[in-house]
């Protein structure tokens, strides 16, 4: 309430955000990446669909180490998808933490950048960058550190049904996560009545708890 009576609206002080149906405690996570040593200071926010975390550390940290350590304390769902290495959190002129200053997500392939081989690997990284909304991805990046989630694997199950008439368990694409992993499997049981060849694999498979 302002001095003159009337009631300014600020927004939610929890930031509280609901993703793909589920909601969540941004400061939940931010107190998880602060526990991981070298981190000093990080704030998670929701960009393109996804949880995007923002550390503050001297040295870039490792982020699949995190991402472990955070997933021993919260969901899958709460693990961002992708890490930001700074050097400061940017501040405003007031010292207050500036939100929209936090530099957009690199969701581009980093070092190690293997273009895809074969037939069946140029067609699953074509529909990776239509579904992830890249313009490159690697043979072996990981699925899930693209940004990926349980939708968009459903997605990408649909879409290599329709290029390569191909009925792949949904399972397969969270255990092999690569553009060559998933060739592989595809190449080894053949398309058409792959669905049947794969039962096996998809029994167990099932067992599995998939991340969002």
């Known amino acids: 309430r302002r001095p003159d009576g009337a009631i300014e609206y600020l927004g939610r002080l929890d930031h509280q955000v609901k993703l793909r149906g589920l909601r969540i405690e941004l400061g939940e996570i931010e107190a998880g990446l602060r526990s991981h040593p ?4 990080a704030v998670v926010v929701v960009r393109d669909g996804r949880l995007v975390g923002y550390v ?3 040295a870039a940290p490792d982020e699949a180490a995190v991402k472990t350590q955070l997933a021993t304390s919260l969901p899958d769902y709460m693990v961002p998808s992708k890490l930001m290495w700074l050097e400061r959190l940017p501040v405003s002129a ?13 969701w581009e392939s980093g070092a190690g950048h293997a273009e895809p081989e074969g037939e069946t690997e140029q067609a699953i990284a074509a529909i990776w960058r239509d579904v992830l909304g890249l313009q490159h991805v690697s043979r072996h990046d990981d699925f899930f550190n693209l940004g990926g989630h349980s939708i ?6 649909s879409r290599l049904r329709q290029a390569l008439a191909v009925e792949l368990p949904l399972a397969i ?5 690569t553009i060559a992993g998933v060739a592989a499997v595809i ?17 167990l498979l099932d067992a599995l708890e998939l991340p969002e």
């Open 94 to 106: 007031n010292g207050k933490l500036d939100r929209k200053a936090l530099p957009d997500p690199e």
């Open 152 to 157: 968009l694997a459903t997605r990408m199950v």
């Open 38 to 41: 070298g981190i000093r200071d």
């Open 187 to 203: 190449d080894r049981h053949g398309r058409g009545d792959a669905a049947a060849e794969l039962d096996a694999m998809s029994d």
């Open 56 to 58: 503050a550390a001297d």
């Open 173 to 177: 694409l969270f255990e092999t996560r």
